[in-house]
């Protein structure tokens, strides 16, 4: 188990997610467009809310809780963090005294949520278990079941905490090669098939360019927000600023984008590697929220 580098993560994905909130859902940047950053201060979304209780529960317990993981969410879930329709939905049942297994699986005419919320969130989890990538699956199939029961939403968040595992853990290992050490451990679903055309996107693709293979998010799907994500991330594991940058100019679901992508990236370079001005632009992390020590 490796708290510093899930604290590390934990630092890229809410940088990334407050810094891409004020872009959600905006077009593209177009040709020439500048990349500037949003003024101070960056206020994170439901995305960081959540990830901070998944590693605190990681922290105390060593492993997901699923109980206590669906209360914590169930709890904390602040209504003007832009959660979307259905897991307000999902955590007001919650509230209400439904178990989680029943609401999660009642999402969506019964077929369970394929949103992009489970991966959105997941990373710092991977970096926690970056000494064995098959546990890190494991775990992060159970941090999403909470929530997500889509197989789509399931493929989603495991994708992204291997490759967290994978950029915490093995330094020389990116591009290409880390796309396809996740590839290797995923099922059959939508969300490797994205990634498998991913691997073949060259790094100095424009990247509106692969999001318009790949997905930006706008359907809020796992499979429309994965693959680009974890294809930004794997071409610029080394540059947090160009990552995020890459994200923006793709337009789509930005903030959850960033999140994915800062996530990982922030695994690989370590909050040495965000600038410290980005850091601060950030809004503090929750006041319940215990820092790894």
Same mark, same amino acid.
């Given at each position: 188990?490796?708290?510093?580098?899930?604290?590390?993560?934990?630092?890229?994905?809410?940088?990334?997610?407050?810094?891409?909130?004020? /872009?959600?859902?905006?077009?593209?940047?177009?040709?020439?467009?500048?990349?500037?950053?949003?003024?101070?201060?960056?206020?994170?979304?439901?995305?960081?809310?959540?990830?901070?209780?998944?590693?605190?529960?990681?922290?105390?317990?060593?492993?997901?809780? @699923?109980?206590?993981?669906?209360?914590?969410?169930?709890?904390?879930?602040?209504?003007?963090?832009?959660?979307?329709?259905?897991?307000?939905?999902?955590?007001?049942?919650?509230?209400?005294?439904?178990?989680?297994?029943?609401?999660?699986?009642?999402? /969506?005419?019964?077929?369970?949520?394929?949103?992009?919320?489970?991966?959105?969130?997941?990373?710092?989890?991977?970096?926690?278990?970056?000494?064995?990538?098959?546990?890190?699956?494991?775990?992060?199939?159970?941090?999403?079941?909470?929530?997500? @029961?889509?197989?789509?939403?399931?493929?989603?968040?495991?994708?992204?905490?291997?490759?967290?595992?994978?950029?915490?853990?093995?330094?020389?290992?990116?591009?290409?090669?880390?796309?396809?050490?996740?590839?290797?451990?995923?099922?059959?679903?939508?969300?490797?098939?994205?990634?498998?055309?991913?691997?073949?996107?060259?790094?100095?693709?424009?990247?509106?360019?692969?999001?318009?293979?790949?997905?930006?998010?706008?359907?809020?799907?796992? @499979?429309?927000?994965?693959?680009?994500?974890?294809?930004?991330?794997?071409?610029?594991?080394?540059?947090?600023?160009?990552?995020?940058?890459?994200?923006?100019?793709?337009?789509?679901?930005?903030?959850?984008?960033?999140?994915?992508?800062?996530?990982?990236?922030?695994?690989?370079?370590?909050?040495?590697?965000?600038?410290?001005?980005?850091?601060?632009?950030?809004?503090?992390?929750?006041?319940?929220?215990?820092?790894? @020590?």
């Amino acid at each position: 188990m490796n708290l510093q580098a899930a604290a590390d993560s934990l630092t890229g994905l809410s940088v990334g997610d407050a810094l891409g909130a004020p /872009f959600e859902m905006k077009p593209a940047l177009p040709d020439g467009a500048a990349f500037e950053l949003p003024p101070a201060p960056w206020r994170w979304t439901d995305d960081t809310e959540m990830a901070c209780s998944l590693l605190q529960g990681l922290q105390r317990d060593g492993r997901v809780d @699923q109980d206590r993981l669906a209360l914590a969410f169930a709890l904390r879930c602040s209504a003007d963090r832009g959660y979307g329709r259905g897991a307000v939905s999902l955590l007001a049942s919650l509230r209400d005294g439904v178990p989680w297994r029943s609401a999660a699986a009642a999402l /969506f005419s019964g077929r369970g949520s394929a949103g992009n919320g489970a991966a959105m969130r997941v990373a710092p989890l991977g970096a926690f278990f970056c000494a064995d990538p098959d546990l890190a699956a494991r775990q992060a199939v159970l941090s999403a079941e909470v929530t997500h @029961q889509h197989p789509e939403g399931v493929a989603g968040a495991v994708a992204v905490a291997l490759a967290a595992a994978h950029a915490a853990a093995a330094p020389r290992t990116g591009g290409p090669g880390l796309l396809r050490e996740v590839l290797h451990h995923l099922p059959p679903s939508d969300v490797r098939d994205g990634l498998g055309r991913a691997v073949r996107i060259a790094p100095a693709t424009d990247p509106r360019e692969a999001a318009a293979d790949l997905g930006n998010g706008s359907h809020a799907l796992a @499979q429309d927000t994965v693959p680009f994500a974890l294809w930004v991330a794997a071409t610029r594991l080394d540059d947090y600023p160009a990552a995020m940058e890459a994200c923006v100019r793709a337009g789509g679901d930005v903030d959850s984008v960033c999140a994915i992508a800062g996530g990982v990236v922030g695994a690989r370079v370590g909050a040495a590697g965000i600038p410290a001005e980005w850091i601060g632009a950030r809004e503090p992390l929750p006041e319940w929220f215990q820092r790894p @020590q």
